[in-house]
């Protein structure tokens, strides 16, 4: 069942049918063999572990471009339309969670940015996590638009860390993000500090294995940029 993790978090573990996350997966290996950055991206000079594709636009540390000389020369993908789609609908089952829990005021949907109709992603962050990759604990503080992330999680489990929006430290609760499993941040979790801290190998279903990768996770996360 849907759970409230803090005011703006909702965690709606198995959203994904079966059917529903092998066809993300087949869609994956497409995307990764258009423009993928050739080496790691680096934070600070520092190589991040997770590989990111961008559709809609890349992303870089701080900004978002189009320019293509930035990721291998290459066009950035286009934000597809099921996607769209994909996000209202796990915007509508958060709100009918939020609705429902008795410990979420009855303006909580409004205020946490959960209306379908008005959702309009237009970037989507696939990252790529082999069994030894991680996260740091960061916020998300690179979009100009207060519409709220959807996360969707395929392949291999993580332990996600879900922290404050003050710092990098406790309080914080680590979450156990299954291959189906999606999840909004919005109002007042916009802006927490959040992290994966590890990749439980070998853990996904089997319709769910990243064979060709090796195994291994994938997330995706949209987001509305507010930049044109
Ligand atoms: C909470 N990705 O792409 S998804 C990221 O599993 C990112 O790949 C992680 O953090 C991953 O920036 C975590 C869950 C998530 C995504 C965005 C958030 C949690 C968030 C934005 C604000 C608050
Ligand atoms: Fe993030």
Redesign the pocket.
């Known amino acids: 069942a849907p759970r409230v993790i803090a005011p703006g978090?909702v965690w709606l573990p198995g959203f994904l049918d079966e059917a529903g996350q092998s066809w993300i997966i087949r869609q994956y290996a497409q995307w990764r063999s258009g423009p993928v950055p050739a080496h790691a991206t680096t934070i600070r000079g520092h190589p991040m572990s997770?590989t990111?594709i961008g559709l809609g636009w890349h992303w870089r540390p701080g900004r978002y471009d189009r320019e293509a000389r930035d990721v291998n020369n290459e066009r950035v993908l286009p934000f597809p339309d099921w996607m769209t789609r994909l996000g209202r609908q796990v915007i509508d089952a958060a709100a009918e969670a939020v609705a429902a829990d008795p410990d979420s005021p009855a303006s909580a949907p409004a205020a946490w940015g959960l209306d379908p109709g008005a959702y309009e992603p237009d970037v989507a962050?696939v990252?790529y996590?082999d069994e030894s990759a991680k996260?740091g604990m960061?916020?998300?503080k690179d979009e100009h638009d207060p519409a709220p992330?959807v996360?969707l999680?395929l392949g291999d489990t993580?332990t996600?860390r879900?922290g404050n929006t003050e710092t990098k430290n406790r309080p914080y609760e680590d979450i156990r993000?299954a291959s189906g499993d999606a999840?909004v941040?919005g109002g007042p979790?916009?802006?927490?500090f959040?992290?994966?801290t590890r990749i439980h190998p070998d853990t996904a279903p089997s319709y769910a294995r990243l064979d060709d990768l090796g195994g291994g996770?994938i997330?995706i996360?949209m987001r509305a940029t507010g930049r044109d």
């Open positions: 978090a997770v990111t962050l990252n996590y996260m960061h916020q998300d992330v996360s999680s993580c996600f879900f993000l999840f941040f979790a916009r802006f927490a959040h992290g994966v996770r997330n996360t």
